[in-house]
C-alpha cells in the first residue's frame, strides 16, 4: 500500500469495478476516513439498501391535512350530514409503509378542544381516510386530525344543516280532551328528543283549528327545547308547498336547504289529511298529485321524510277498507300497491328516503306516561270550546269538557304502527327509495 500522507483517503473495498477517473460502483463494503471517523457507504448487496452514503431517517411528521374532498375529489369548506369526504395527510418526507401504522385520525366538533380518535374509518394506507357526519349529529362545525403523537395538525370544516320541517296538521275528526293537541305535542317531542340544537328547526302548523292561546303555548313550549326554532302558521297545502319550494321571509330557500320532514297529521290511503273534517278540508290534502310541485333543488342531497299520517304508503283508496276491522286477504292485498304510493311518488321525485305506514298509524302513545311523576306533574289544560267528546280514550276524559290536554314537554311516547286494515298487511314502517322495492324498516 506504501506509505499515508497527510489528508489522502485510504479506500478498503472488494470487487471495486470502474476506473480512477470514474465511479466505484456496487458491492463497496464500506469507506473508512483513516484521518479519523468513520463511515458507511451502502452497495446493492441486498436490494434494498442502495442509497450511497444512505443518511439517517428524518423522523416522518404529519405536516398537514388537506380536505374535506367531496366525491368529485374537488375541495370544499362545507360538508352535508350523512356523505362520505375525504382527507388527506401530508407528511414532511415520503413515508415507509411500516412507520403508518402509528399514524392516528381524530375528529373534533364545535371547537370544544376534545379529540376523539376515529377508529371505524374507510382509508388508502391510513394516508388518506373518507369520512361522515351522521344525520342526527346536531355539532356545526368539524376538524380533523391527523397526527403520530400530539393531535395538532388538522382541517375544518362548516357542516350544513339543512331546516328541518315538523308539519303538524289538526284534529278535526275526533277533538277529545286527549287528542285535540296530539299533533303538536309529537312535534314538540321531536325537538326534545332529536333536534335541541339544530340551528335550523321548524314547526309548521296548520293553523285554523287551534285557539291563539294554544298556538302560543305550543311555540312557547318548543322554544324551551330549541331557542332557534321558527314557527311558521299556514292554513293551504298550497301555503305548504310555497313555504318548501320557497322559504318566506325568514329563510331563505336559496340558502337553506331542506333536510328532513316529518308528517304528524290524519291521513288516508296515498293522502297527507292535515284538516280531516274540518271547514277547509279539501284544500288542506296533500295527495300525488301535489309532489310534482315540489321541488328538488329545494332539498339537500339524501333528504329523509317521515310520515306518521295512515297509510302513506298504502295505493288502495276503495270505500271499503275505511271500515277499521276490514282484513286483507291474499287477492284484495295485490291493491295495497306501495310501489305506487304517495310515499314511493315522494322518494322518488325528490330522491329522499321516505319511511311510511301501509295500515293506520297510531297516536294513543301520545300521552302513555308509564306513570312518570316527573312528566305527570307537568301536566296542564288548555281551554278549548271545540273539545266535546272525553271519552276517548278512558284515561284522557277526567278534565272534563271544553279542556284540552297538554305537556311542556311534549309527547311522552311516539306514534306507532295501528292495527287496521289487519289480515295480510304488514304493520310497521316501510322503508321507500328512489327506484328501489318498498321494504319493512
Same mark, same amino acid.
Given at each position: ?336 300497491? /306501495? ?53 276517548? /280514550? ?26 287496521? /286494515? ?20
Amino acid at each position: 500500500m506504501g506509505e499515508q500522507k497527510k489528508g489522502q483517503i485510504l479506500i478498503i473495498a472488494k470487487n471495486i469495478r470502474g476506473t480512477a477517473s470514474g465511479v466505484i460502483l456496487e458491492e463497496g463494503k464500506f469507506t473508512r476516513n483513516i484521518a479519523g471517523g468513520k463511515f458507511y457507504q451502502w452497495g446493492k448487496t441486498d436490494g434494498v439498501n442502495n442509497d450511497v452514503n444512505k443518511p439517517r431517517k428524518e423522523a416522518l411528521k404529519v405536516i398537514k391535512v388537506e380536505g374535506p374532498f367531496d366525491e368529485n375529489e374537488k375541495l370544499v369548506d362545507s360538508i352535508a350530514k350523512e356523505k362520505w369526504y375525504t382527507y388527506k395527510a401530508k407528511f414532511n418526507r415520503t413515508p415507509e409503509k411500516d412507520e403508518l401504522k402509528t399514524l392516528k385520525w381524530a375528529c373534533e366538533y364545535n371547537e370544544s378542544g376534545k379529540k376523539n380518535l376515529l377508529f371505524d374509518v374507510s382509508n388508502k394506507e391510513k394516508i388518506e381516510i373518507t369520512h361522515k357526519v351522521l344525520r342526527y349529529n346536531n355539532n356545526l362545525r368539524l376538524r380533523i386530525f391527523a397526527f403520530f403523537q400530539t393531535p395538532l395538525t388538522n382541517t375544518k370544516a362548516e357542516i350544513i344543516q339543512g331546516e328541518v320541517l315538523l308539519v303538524v296538521g289538526t284534529e278535526q275528526h275526533s277533538q277529545t280532551y286527549g287528542n285535540k293537541l296530539m299533533f303538536p305535542a309529537q312535534a314538540v317531542r321531536e325537538l326534545r328528543e332529536n333536534y335541541k340544537n339544530h340551528q335550523y328547526a321548524n314547526i309548521v302548523i296548520f293553523k285554523d283549528a287551534f285557539t291563539n292561546m294554544q298556538l302560543s303555548i305550543i311555540k312557547r313550549d318548543a322554544k324551551k327545547w330549541n331557542i332557534n326554532l321558527y314557527m311558521k302558521q299556514i292554513n293551504s297545502v298550497t301555503e305548504l308547498i310555497n313555504y318548501i319550494n320557497k322559504g318566506d321571509g325568514n329563510v331563505s330557500r336559496s340558502k337553506i336547504k331542506i333536510s328532513t320532514i316529518k308528517f304528524f297529521s290524519h291521513g288516508l290511503p296515498s293522502v297527507l289529511d292535515f284538516g280531516l273534517d274540518g271547514d277547509h278540508e279539501e284544500n288542506q290534502r296533500f295527495k300525488i298529485e301535489h309532489v310534482a310541485r315540489l321541488k328538488k333543488e329545494s332539498f339537500t342531497s339524501n333528504p329523509e321524510i317521515y310520515s306518521y299520517a295512515c297509510r302513506t304508503g298504502n295505493s288502495d283508496g276503495r270505500t271499503v277498507t275505511l271500515n277499521p276491522s276490514y282484513k286483507y286477504d291474499s287477492e284484495s292485498i295485490k291493491l295495497v300497491k /306501495p310501489e305506487e304510493s304517495l310515499a314511493q311518488k315522494l322518494s322518488q321525485n325528490l330522491d329522499a328516503k321516505v319511511f311510511a305506514y301501509l295500515r293506520r298509524s297510531n297516536y294513543m302513545s301520545t300521552w302513555l306516561d308509564g306513570g312518570k311523576e316527573e312528566y305527570k306533574s307537568k301536566y296542564i289544560t288548555i281551554e278549548d270550546e271545540n273539545v266535546s267528546n272525553p271519552f276517548n /280514550p278512558k284515561d284522557w276524559f277526567r278534565k272534563g269538557w271544553d279542556e284540552a290536554l297538554w305537556n311542556p314537554d311534549g309527547a311522552f311516547l311516539p306514534p306507532k304502527s295501528g292495527d287496521s /286494515p289487519a289480515g295480510l298487511l304488514q304493520s310497521g314502517l316501510f322503508i321507500f327509495e328512489k327506484d328501489k322495492t318498498p321494504r319493512l324498516k
